[in-house]
């Protein structure tokens, strides 16, 4: 059988795929909080009810919006370098299927429909959707183009991202899981730059103006320092005196072992597959990743009900 192609594989609609559905679920960040707050003596009568969770839910959907629109102004933006690079070619809008002028006013329609949105549920919701649409636009013009900065831009909004699914419901997150959400997005970042670099090298052509910034050495060190900081923090959050008052146990560091084995699975994808361009790809389709993650909300869920 013929591997199927971005030529030949079945493709959705054009406007669908320049939405990037596929990448909408790292918006599950914004229901974090809620999650959290849910087992949380101090905070569960925030979580009472479904409108709770309507809340959270309405905040993930305009961030998925949000970044639907920032996706195709970066596509509008990038149209003609993406059209020298192997894959980014087949996009939409850089192989000419959806046009710019439709492109403009569906991102227009989405980034105000979904901000109008935020401010109904809180203003700080709101606010955070104004500050996540200045970052993406300060990133798509400018800061993109900086080595490292590129990489730090993108896990703030994961950040971001997680404020808003505390601001939706009124709840507080700890910093600690701040600084873990920001960790893993710039492991995840700075793998997918590696790849992009490994790639450019490889066709002998520069598709993002911040590779040139980048040595492949220097990316497989910040790998590392960035990967063994994400586990150490996560640890460090599960076995802290505030975690163990706020959830009643001290038994949430059995998940520590889950996180520690999927950064390794998602390490061994990146240099042993070459895999790590798409990390909702590998997330959604890599088995291993798929059951570790079922393992780690198992674990959590019983020690939460066991407390």
Not at 101 to 113: E, F, M, Y
Not at 125 to 146: F, H, K
Not at 174 to 181: N, Q, V
Not at 210 to 217: N, Q, V
Request: glycine share 6%; proline share 5%; aromatic share 10%.
């Amino acid at each position: 059988m013929i591997p199927a192609t971005p030529a030949t594989r079945p493709k959705l609609p054009p406007l669908l795929r320049a939405l990037r559905p596929s990448q909408w679920t790292k918006n599950g960040v914004v229901l974090v909080a809620y999650f959290f707050a849910r087992w949380d003596p101090s905070q569960n009568t925030h979580t009472t009810g479904w409108l709770p969770l309507l809340l959270a839910a309405g905040a993930a959907v305009a961030f998925c919006a949000l970044s639907s629109a920032v996706y195709l102004v970066n596509d509008i933006h990038d149209r003609t370098t993406d059209r020298l690079h192997p894959q980014k070619r087949f996009r939409p809008i850089a192989s000419g299927e959806l046009s710019i002028t439709s492109a403009s006013i569906v991102a227009a329609i989405l980034a105000a429909s979904a901000t109008i949105a935020s401010f109904a549920i809180t203003g700080e919701l709101g606010m955070l959707a104004l500050l996540y649409l200045l970052l993406q636009a300060a990133y798509t013009w400018s800061l993109r183009s900086i080595p490292l900065v590129d990489t730090f831009i993108i896990a703030a909004g994961f950040v971001i991202r997680a404020i808003a699914g505390a601001a939706a419901i009124d709840v507080r997150i700890s910093p600690w899981l701040l600084l873990c959400a920001f960790l893993l997005a710039l492991f995840l970042a700075l793998c997918k730059r590696r790849h992009e670099k490994n790639l450019s090298d490889n066709i002998n052509g520069q598709t993002r103006g911040s590779l040139d910034g980048y040595d492949a050495r220097v990316l497989d060190q910040a790998i590392a320092v960035v990967s063994a900081a994400t586990v150490v923090s996560y640890a460090l959050y599960t076995l802290s005196e505030e975690t163990v008052s706020r959830f009643g146990t001290n038994r949430l560091g059995l998940t520590i072992p889950f996180v520690l084995f999927g950064i390794l699975r998602y390490i061994d994808l990146v240099y042993r597959n070459q895999q790590g361009g798409r990390p909702e790809k590998v997330l959604l389709t890599d088995r291993v990743l798929i059951v570790t993650i079922i393992l780690y909300g198992l674990t959590a869920f019983i020690v939460f009900q066991l407390g």
